[in-house]
């Protein structure tokens, strides 16, 4: 069993930055696959980073060249740093994790463990 906690949101001015944090409450060396996801209210749930263990890395083209995903496997941590910021990133923002080596990660629904979230507000 692994315990997700997001931190490091909170209000910024456009063109600002963030870093989140995802601390595992065990080790990440075994983790698959780690993901960010937003979600704005009435919105569907959008991934805006992804990174496999065996080094492939997935964004979308809103966040490409903005966003950057990391581990630090020392720590038991995962980050997601965020440059450039604009207000359209407004959302809470969840990292999910599964262990499974033949987890594609493109479905949010089937991964084994999410944080609880935290809020980015990007405005003036």
């Known amino acids: 069993q692994v315990q997700l906690t997001e931190s490091g949101g909170g209000l910024v001015q456009p063109g600002g930055s963030l870093t989140l944090s995802c601390a595992a409450s065990?080790?990440?060396?075994?983790?698959?696959?780690m993901t960010w996801y937003r979600q704005v209210p009435g919105k569907q749930r959008e991934m805006v980073a992804r990174?496999?263990?065996?080094?492939?890395?997935n964004y979308p083209d809103s966040v490409k060249g903005r966003f950057t995903i990391f581990r630090d496997n020392a720590k038991n941590t995962g980050y997601l740093q965020m440059n450039s910021l604009k207000p359209e990133d407004t959302a809470a923002y969840y990292c999910?994790?599964?262990?499974?080596?033949?987890?594609?990660?493109?479905?949010?629904?089937?991964?084994?463990?999410w944080g609880q979230g935290t809020q980015v507000t990007v405005r003036s």
């Open positions: 065990g080790s990440i060396l075994g983790i698959n696959v």
């Open positions: 999910a994790v599964d262990s499974r080596a033949y987890f594609t990660g493109t479905s949010p629904t089937l991964y084994e463990y």
């Open positions: 990174h496999f263990k065996d080094g492939i890395y």
